[in-house]
């Protein structure tokens, strides 16, 4: 092992270059993107941290708080990368919270994203963060009481990992992406701490390797010389020699052997597995699934990246809402046939299409507070930011629910007529319809119709819509009726105004509407192999979720996560159908299954006792759908349920389902799962 690492930290504090400012009226912000260039989404993309203002929200006062947020650069020529997004700070203060930049790709492309931690663990206040990480007892954050004592987690009663802790321990879900889990892909189990002398000048030349060798198979294929400074890293960290505050001074002992990282990483070296635990930087490399190399050529996958409105966002078990909370979350925009047709129906639809990300901002998720209480929807980083249209013109609206709680139905605008805005959704979690749902509004319609097709703009949950401006000029509210607070909320204004287009568009029609894929049709129930059952609810006796007896313990068949123990394995090329059952009460549990989507095939919810979607064909794809709550009737649960269908396809490997109500999966409601090879022997671990 060579001398401790030394690395200079220049180039983090250069001069800021010039971005747009954000408007200074309540005009919705549009957010920063990168772009793939040549068949390239090259990104740097910084997890760091400041101040940033929070107004009076959600039963708290108005106060500055430090938030970690993900700053967004060109991956060119510049040693650190050209900024593209947050702008810089304008006036005197401290900014609002802001969402993570927009990424933008196409269906085939190659993905080069240099990921870099440079939190200041220094920079939070003592006992909010990686009491696990730094060998302390307990390993969960904790919140003091004002007259003493804690209120989390004493009462709760709870353990690593199912608690809050890891703060600045951070990865990144590619949230609808249908790649490899494991390695440089949509790799959730990376756990990549903090180093501010890991800049990405340091790494560029043997990332740029990794980079142009393409997505390796397994880590012995990554350049020896960053294996190398991997494990250097690992070791000074178990030891510290290094701490990854400003200042470069110890701030703890070396860690006991429990907590140690670098005997875990070289064992799953040697067992040819990717390892868990990085320092500083990581290079995300994977290609967007194509489902035929060219025109009329065999396909060489079962299924193909649905072009559609996907977003990005830290997923490090235990710090996964903390870190969405603080604003960690940004739209993946991934273009394709769908968008090429589109455009052959409004030649002018990217220059005002409209890309929303709805989010919650706030220092600490709502199960540390005590308090259930409501909190605020933002839109692009404003409070009900304004849109402006032109009568007769449609636009493009990507909706992103980035929200950490905010369970959803979308009303829009209200009951339709001509003069009102009027709406059609087109695509589902980044999934477009079949034309017979699209003409049916197989998702709002039921929503309007008080029946059980209810919550279809849960955490996770994407829509896209186009929207029709009346023909005279007016202002309208754009709503969501939240169900997890009871309340109907406009999220934004629509001004309509200006020269009307002339002729006003139309909607699509069966004629013009975008040719839907052929690896999306129905799955076909003789082809399912297996049937499976899983419990969503908590802890044996509870009857809600006040906090009385400490917050719920979130469980799935009884169990909370258990790292390294597979809950489900299935087998690559497999279909199967999943009975989604929730037993708990006023909660709807938002299920979310990485890598792949699922069609939507049956749904009972107790608040409509009798009534049961179950439609015969043209099923809906979701990669999020919420579970209904049970509802205690005469001394008996009566369950809410889905039902749902998959195939298990193309990419073998380790991920997870869980709750994507985010403080519910940190603290248990989520499960290990692989897809293993029918041909080859069952790991052994």
């Known amino acids: 092992m060579a001398t401790a690492i030394t690395v200079s930290g220049t180039g983090l504090a250069g001069v800021t270059p010039a971005v747009a400012q954000p408007a200074a009226s309540n005009d919705l912000l549009t957010i920063g993107e990168i772009k793939s260039e040549n068949g390239k989404l090259r990104a740097v993309l910084r997890v760091t941290n400041a101040n940033r203002r929070m107004p009076a929200d959600g039963g708290m006062e108005e106060r500055t708080v430090m938030l970690r947020y993900v700053e967004g650069r060109k991956a060119d020529d510049t040693p650190e990368g050209t900024l593209v997004w947050p702008p810089p700070p304008s006036g005197s203060g401290f900014p609002s919270p802001l969402p993570a930049p927009t990424l933008r790709a196409r269906v085939g492309d190659r993905v080069e994203i240099t990921l870099l931690n440079h939190v200041d663990v220094e920079a939070f206040p003592k006992g909010a963060l990686d009491n696990a990480e730094k060998g302390e007892a307990g390993g969960c954050q904790q919140v003091p009481k004002a007259s003493g004592g804690e209120i989390y987690p004493a009462e709760a009663k709870d353990v690593a990992p199912n608690c ?84 470069g001074t110890p701030g703890r002992p070396a860690l006991p052997a429990a907590n140690r990282l670098l005997p875990p990483t070289e064992a799953a ?97 709502n199960l540390m507070r005590g308090t259930f209480d409501q909190q605020s929807l933002w839109v692009n980083g404003k409070l009900k930011p304004t849109i402006t249209m032109r009568p007769g ?109 002339s002729p006003a568009q139309e909607f699509p029609t069966e004629a013009n509407f975008p040719t839907f894929p052929s690896f999306l049709a129905d799955i076909d129930t003789g082809n399912i192999r297996i049937h499976r059952k899983l419990d969503f609810g908590w802890e044996a006796g509870r009857e809600s979720e006040g906090l009385n007896n400490g ?61 049961i979607y179950k439609p015969e064909k043209n099923f809906v794809w979701q990669d999020v759908i919420a579970i209904p709550p049970s509802v205690l009737r005469d001394g008996k649960l009566d369950v809410g349920y889905v039902k749902v269908r998959h195939r298990f396809v193309d990419f073998p490997g380790s991920y997870v389902l869980h709750c994507h109500m985010l403080a519910h999966e940190d603290r248990g409601m989520m499960q290990l799962i692989r897809v293993i090879r029918g041909d080859v022997s069952m790991p052994h671990h």
Request: aromatic letters at 12%; a neutral charge.
């Open 164 to 247: 809050f802790h890891a703060s600045s321990t951070t990865n990144l879900h590619f949230h609808g992406t249908h790649v490899t889990p494991d390695g440089l892909g949509d790799n959730v189990l990376l756990q990549l701490r903090p180093e501010m002398r890991v800049t990405r000048k340091l790494v560029k030349p043997e990332f740029d390797r990794i980079f142009a060798a393409g997505p390796p198979f397994n880590f012995r294929q990554l350049p020896d010389s960053w294996k190398r400074r991997q494990l250097q890293l690992l070791k000074q960290y178990d030891d510290n020699a290094v701490w990854q505050g400003k200042r």
């Open 269 to 365: 070296i040697a067992r040819g597995d990717w390892p868990t635990y990085q320092i500083g930087a990581y290079p995300y490399c994977f290609d967007l699934t194509d489902y035929e190399r060219a025109t009329g050529a065999t396909p060489r996958f079962e299924m193909g990246q649905c072009p559609g409105t996907h977003w990005y966002h830290a997923h490090k078990h235990g710090s996964t809402a903390i870190n969405v909370f603080n604003g960690m979350a940004g739209v993946f925009i991934i273009e394709g046939k769908y968008d090429d047709d589109l455009l052959k129906i409004y030649p002018d639809l990217k220059k005002t299409e409209k890309v929303l990300i709805v989010q919650n901002f706030t220092d600490m998720p």
């Open 393 to 501: 013109e449609i636009q493009l609206w990507r909706l992103v629910n980035a929200s950490v709680r905010a369970v959803t139905t979308l009303t829009a605008f209200g009951a339709e007529s001509e003069a009102k805005p009027q709406i059609r959704q087109i695509a589902q979690d980044g999934v477009q319809f079949k034309y017979e749902n699209y003409w049916d509004e197989a998702l709002l319609r039921p929503a309007r119709e008080a029946t059980p097709r209810t919550n279809t703009f849960a955490p996770g949950n994407r829509i896209d819509l186009l929207v029709r401006a009346p023909l005279a000029d007016g202002t309208f509210e754009f709503k969501l009726c939240d169900t997890t607070n009871d309340t109907d909320p406009s999220i934004l204004s629509l001004k309509v105004e200006g020269m009307p287009v």
């Open 551 to 611: 917050a719920p313990k979130f469980m799935i068949d009884g169990k909370q996560f258990k790292g390294g123990h597979y809950d489900q394995t299935m087998v690559l090329g497999d279909s199967e159908e999943w009975t989604l059952l929730n037993t708990t009460t006023k909660i709807a549990h938002p299920f979310h299954l990485h890598i792949n989507p699922f069609q939507v095939v049956e749904i009972y919810d107790p608040a409509f006792p009798g009534k």
